[in-house]
């Protein structure tokens, strides 16, 4: 397995209760970082921080609404107050929306998408891009972007287009934070086994799952395991040229 050395280092990662934030927070403090696991979820975010704990490592929980900037800064606080610095973060919360063609979206249908999967990421950034510059030795960060950054899907088109918005917003923080040495990078999963795929009716519906894997060259749907370790690697001096990059991890996703 490769190991990545993230001794006295710490993440913040957002929407960590569940999904592919709690594999993240985990990934973190198995190469040896102290997390902050951050989320509206407080019982599955001490289910993240029991499970890390479980493991040999550090983390603690703090309720977070990345739709409340006085929550993200709360969060960035506690990874200063309790671990002395902030170095990688991830900014992963997010949720499905309602899923309705694009002239059947009410006004809050697309604002709370919006609110949740674009606004909160630039609330993150805006917060930890702060707290690093301020670092000697900066930071890195990796939004939670998705292969629907890159290309259309039916009936989500707020989903789509807050993703789409996230690759730019990962493209210009990217350039203008280089100098204080934040590289800001997104990962892009294809369709990836958690709950959200669950509450969107995905997963739960077997002849949808079918066709949603056959959309994927290896014909399933990708673990949270794995953009997981896309995420490490990103934050890891492996990948010290990397920077404004949406890594896309979809199996060579076929879109619409
Ligand atoms: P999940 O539903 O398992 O996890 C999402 C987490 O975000 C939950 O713990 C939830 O409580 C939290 N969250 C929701 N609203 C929040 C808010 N306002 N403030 C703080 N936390 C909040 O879903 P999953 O799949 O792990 O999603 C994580 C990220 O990955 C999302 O940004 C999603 O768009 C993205 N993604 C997921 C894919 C998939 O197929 N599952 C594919 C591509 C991207």
């Not at 610095?85 to 919006?114: F, H």
């Not at 210009?172 to 990962?187: K, Q």
């Not at 086994?193 to 290896?218: F, K, P, V, Y």
């Amino acid at each position: 397995m490769v190991q990545y050395d993230f001794d006295g280092k710490t993440a913040v990662v957002t929407g960590a209760a569940s999904g592919i934030g709690r594999q993240t927070a985990l990934e973190f403090a198995r190469h040896g970082a102290s997390v902050v696991v951050a989320d509206v979820d407080d019982d599955g975010a001490a289910e993240t921080v029991d499970l890390i704990a479980d493991d040999g490592g550090e983390a603690v929980a703090v309720h977070t609404d990345v739709t409340e900037l006085s929550d993200i800064e709360g969060m960035v606080e506690t990874a200063v107050d309790e671990f002395g610095s902030l170095d990688y973060a991830v900014n992963n919360a997010g949720i499905g929306g309602a899923q309705k063609p694009t002239g059947d979206l009410d006004e809050a249908d697309w604002e709370r998408t919006i609110d949740i999967n674009l606004n909160g990421v630039w609330r993150s950034l805006r917060a930890e891009v702060d707290r690093m510059a301020d670092q000697d030795d900066g930071g890195v960060i990796v939004n939670m972007a998705s292969v629907l950054g890159h290309v259309g899907f039916q009936n989500a088109s707020a989903y789509v287009a807050a993703k789409h918005g996230v690759l730019g917003l990962t493209k210009t923080a990217a350039w203008e934070y280089a100098d204080d040495d934040i590289r800001v990078n997104a990962v892009c999963p294809g369709f990836i086994e958690t709950n959200m795929l669950e509450e969107g009716g995905i997963t739960s519906d077997e002849e949808l799952r079918q066709q949603i894997a056959g959309r994927h060259s290896q014909n399933r749907l990708g673990d949270p395991e794995e953009i997981a370790a896309a995420v490490v690697w990103l934050c890891s001096d492996a990948a010290s040229f990397t920077n404004g990059e949406p890594l896309t991890v979809d199996s060579g996703y076929r879109g619409i």
